[in-house]
């Protein structure tokens, strides 16, 4: 299913006396089966787009196309609920949301509030607790009475119970330690290239953007201000650290080898054993390093 976001502006509290331009001008186009990073500022406006892919809001202005759904600022809108099953949302901290007495319970809430069978609803969650890296006994357990990391762990299979076909990601990993964060980023890229699950990610990580999109969006003060794949996006870290933006640490190495060696190795890597590879190829052609 594709999205595509066409000239679209948002206003919180439209017409009243604290109205805010959050988003103007947004042009996005995410095709079916995309990894797509949003990356930007705190205050950007990266929230606030992603709540346009599953018409949680509304844009003030534009449209949004959604598979053969258009959600239009002019017109009103019946019957959501099949683009909320078609696109999935993991908000900030979505453990704060879960609520029913047993982890079970709780991941078949979503499917069962969309007319799926209690036992398909069950059959989905045994599946995905293993799929989230927790064992199966923890279905009969209080999701209360597990830690932050495997709360989100079961929050996420609840998003995923619904068999969405968009994956939509907003810091997924805040907050969780180092290996808890790879394990999780590491899940939602099987999934994306198992189901063929377009996803879309809001991180600060420029590792993750870096390790995981085919493509990154960046925003800054409400607008796009560059759409590109991670090579070219990181190719200029100038650019990027003028916006008060990150760059992966390889990137940040390459630039600062480049500038001892003073010249350029030719691409711009995004792992180790590119720049390891770029850099054996110099001493091959006889460049001296
Ligand atoms: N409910 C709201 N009411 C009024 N203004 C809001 C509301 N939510 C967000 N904003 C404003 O809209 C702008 C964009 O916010 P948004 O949360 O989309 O940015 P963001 O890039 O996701 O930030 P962060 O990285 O901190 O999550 C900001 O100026 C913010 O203050």
């Keep these: 299913m594709d999205i595509t976001l066409q000239d679209v502006e948002y206003k919180y509290q439209i ?44 844009p003030t202005k534009g449209k949004v ?28 901290f979505p453990e704060h949301q879960l609520f029913d007495e047993t982890v079970e319970k709780d991941i078949c809430f979503g499917p069962m509030n969309f007319g799926v069978s209690e036992e398909e609803a069950k059959r989905r969650a045994r599946e995905l607790i293993v799929e989230v890296g927790l064992p199966e006994e923890v279905l009969q357990k209080s999701p209360f009475d597990l ?43 099987r999934l994306h ?22 493509e990154i969006v960046i925003m800054h003060r409400g607008q796009v201000k560059k759409t590109a794949d991670p090579r070219t996006i990181f ?22 080898l480049e500038r001892k060696m003073n010249r350029k190795i030719g691409k711009t890597c995004l792992t180790i054993d590119e720049l390891s590879m770029a850099l054996r190829e110099m001493q091959v052609r006889g460049e001296s390093l």
Excluded: C, W
Aim: aromatic share 6%; hydrophobic share 40%; proline share 5%.
């Design 235 to 256: 190719s200029n870290p100038e650019e990027l650290l003028e916006l008060g933006l990150d760059v992966p640490e390889v990137v940040k190495f390459q630039y600062s």
């Design 65 to 92: 196309h959604i598979g053969d759904r258009v959600i239009d600022a002019g017109k009103k809108e019946k019957n959501l609920r099949p683009i909320r099953q078609k696109v999935g949302i993991v908000f900030q």
């Design 147 to 189: 830690s932050g990391g495997q709360m989100r762990r079961v929050a996420i299979a609840g998003v995923l119970a619904m068999e969405p076909e968009v994956l939509v990601l907003d810091e997924p990993t805040a907050g969780l330690d180092p290996r808890g964060r790879t394990e999780i980023m590491d899940m939602f890229y």
């Design 15 to 58: 017409n009243t006396p604290f109205e805010h331009l959050a988003i103007h001008d947004i042009n996005i186009s995410i095709p079916e089966g995309t990894f797509m990073a949003l990356i930007g500022h705190t205050g950007s406006g990266k929230s606030t787009v992603l709540q346009h892919l599953n018409a949680l809001l509304k």
């Design 193 to 214: 290239k198992q189901k063929g699950l377009s996803t879309i990610l809001v991180t600060h990580s420029m590792e993750d953007a870096a390790k995981y999109a085919d």
